[in-house]
Structure formats: C-alpha cells, structure tokens
C-alpha cells in the first residue's frame, strides 16, 4: 500500500532545493531548523530515498532528489501563487467588470480614460473584450458595444458613429493635388464594411481604390496612419486626440454617418447596480466633453 505523499514535507523540500541550505529555507518559510529536518526526514521516509547529501553546512540534491524537485518545484510554485491569489482577492465592491465587444474602442478610448474614473471614483475597472454575445448568467456588470445588445436592461447612448478619412501631414502635402484615385489607402480586417461606407458616400467606387496595407485591427490601422502608410477611414472617435494634437489631419468633404451607435448596458443580473449606473453615466458625459469641438 502506497503511502500518501504529505504536502508540507513537499513544500519545505522545494524550499531547500531553491535556497540550498536547511538555514536560508528555514528563514524563507518562517520555521526552525530543526522543523525543516524534521520535514525532510519525514519525505525520504516516505520516498525510501536519500534526497540530499549533506556536506557540512552545504548540500547537493541526490540523483532522487533533483528528480523529485524537477518534478514538483513548478507546481508547489503554482500552488502557492494560486493560494496567495485567493488570500488577497480584492472584495468585488469597489471593482466593475466592464465588458465590450470593440477592441480597438478599448484600446484607443476607453483604456487611456479609465485612470480618470478611478481616481475620481475609486473604484476600479476590470476591463473584458469578448466579440461573442453575452451568455445568460455571464458575470460582468456594464456592456459597452456597438453590435451587441442586453434586452430588458437599461441603456445609455453614448455617440453616434462618424467616419473620417485621415492621414499624415506630410502624406497629404505628398498627395496634394491628386484625385482619390491615386491615394494609397489603408484599412483593418476587424471593420471591413467602414472603407466601402465612406467611398460610396463620397460617389466613389470602393473596386477603384488603391489598398496600400491591411491591419488585423483599427488601432494597427491608426499607427500605421500615423507613421505615413497611407489615408486610413476611421471612426472620428477613436482618432480624435491625434487629430486634436495635430499627428493626424483630416482629408475629404467632412463626416460620414453610419448609422452604428455605441451604446453602454447595465447588466440586470449585475450585483452592483448604482455603479455600474455611475459608470455608465460618467462614461457618456466623458465623451461628450471628448468630442466638443
């Protein structure tokens, strides 16, 4: 009959194995020297193998021993970050679980505002995107979409969608003077429909337009916009601060609706109702005041 594999003895070997010396491990685990031998003594009895050779103050792992703690040491280590973990969890009042299914919103609006709202509120935001529709019971407390909805829940608009076409400064000097045409356009595989949108708004035939590069997602698209590759049709809201700081510039006849919405939900299975309100609420009146001219 096998003999069960004691934990502590396990814990206080990997100790040893990581500080080399019966001392150092005893100091890092908080118990006396002698416990450690005690526990050591009690795991090569239960293995039948000598696991350390001691050489005076020093030791080796035997053979065995740098066998068991190969074995073992990643998931003591994961074990105990798993049980730390658990210890310190924040309590989830004071934290809202934000879910949206628009990376690059994420990215480019909503991260770089959220240390506003916690420091004015503090409270902390876990931020999730998920491109899937919520499924019932999931935990979250705010949904923050443009394609997504929550039936039955309270809702906020928070702006509706206009595309702009942007590029570099020093592309469109470069480009001054020619048609559309002859412009080297860039877009994003995660909102195919925005580019065909605008040239079709402006009479133009999407087949006729110059692909200079294609990103992943809108934010790529943004940075490549902002290096020169080329005029990128974007979502105003998501390059608002650069055509504000002037990274960026506007090109065309104006502003193109599309008749998306970007909407904020209130979860109505969420156990923190009034913050989530709160949220939604500041979210809103946040960009408003981001997009007033």
């Given at each position: 009959m096998l003999e069960t594999v004691p934990l502590v003895p396990l814990r206080v070997f990997v100790a040893v194995?990581?500080?080399?010396n019966f001392t150092r491990a005893a100091q890092s685990l908080g118990i006396t020297q002698s416990a450690v031998s005690r526990h050591i003594?009690?795991?090569?009895?239960?293995?039948?193998?000598?696991?350390?050779?001691?050489r005076g103050p020093y030791i080796e792992?035997?053979?065995?021993?740098?066998?068991?703690?190969?074995?073992?040491?990643?998931?003591?280590?994961?074990?105990?970050?798993?049980?730390?973990?658990?210890?310190h969890q924040p309590d989830q009042h004071g934290r809202l679980r934000v879910r949206t299914s628009m990376p690059s919103f994420s990215m480019t609006v909503m991260v770089p505002m959220l240390g506003q709202f916690t420091a004015q509120h503090a409270m902390q935001i876990d931020l999730i995107t998920n491109l899937s529709p919520p499924r019932p019971n999931e935990e979250f407390d705010v949904l923050i979409s443009r394609d997504l909805?929550?039936?039955d829940s309270e809702s906020w608009e928070l702006t509706r969608e206009e595309?702009?076409?942007v590029a570099a400064p020093a592309?469109?000097?470069?480009?001054?003077?020619?048609?559309?045409?002859h412009w080297p356009m860039v877009t994003a595989r995660s909102r195919p429909d925005i580019l065909g949108v605008w040239a079709l708004d402006q009479g133009i035939e999407p087949s006729r337009l110059l692909m200079s590069a294609t990103y992943d997602h809108l934010f790529f698209a943004i940075a490549g916009a902002i290096a020169g590759s080329g005029f990128l049709v974007v979502p105003r809201l998501l390059v608002m601060d650069h055509l504000r700081d002037g990274v960026l510039r506007e090109v065309g006849p104006?502003?193109?609706?599309?008749?998306?919405?970007?909407?904020?939900?209130?979860?109505a299975q969420s156990p923190q109702q009034r913050d989530a309100r709160q949220f939604c609420r500041w979210l809103k009146s946040s960009l408003r005041q981001r997009l007033a001219p």
């Open positions: 194995g990581r500080q080399g003594a009690t795991l090569e009895k239960v293995s039948k193998q000598a696991l350390f050779i001691r792992l035997t053979a065995a021993g740098l066998q068991l703690y190969d074995t073992v040491k990643d998931a003591m280590a994961t074990l105990e970050m798993a049980i730390q973990q658990i210890a909805n929550l039936p595309l702009v076409c592309l469109i000097q470069q480009h001054s003077g020619q048609t559309w045409e104006g502003q193109v609706a599309t008749g998306a919405t970007y909407m904020a939900y209130v979860n």
